[in-house]
């Protein structure tokens, strides 16, 4: 699935727009692979690190 294979900056950046398409819904298994990805504080952190750093965006 694209989501497994998509940044961590550009999922967060698309969360509104996957959960008005009805692919981020309560039961969904997307769901709970966003919400395993933003709890991984490290990755989190060094994507938004890069970022800030860079002014990349992923």
Not at 24 to 44: N, S
Request: charged share 20%; proline share 2%; aromatic share 6%.
């Amino acid at each position: 699935m694209l989501l497994a294979q998509m940044l961590l900056t550009a999922m967060v950046r698309n969360l509104a727009k996957m959960t008005a398409v009805g692919l981020l819904t309560p039961d969904a298994e997307a769901i709970r692979q966003v919400r395993a990805r933003l709890e991984r504080e490290e990755a989190f952190y060094r994507a938004f690190t890069q970022v800030a750093s860079t002014g990349q965006r992923g």
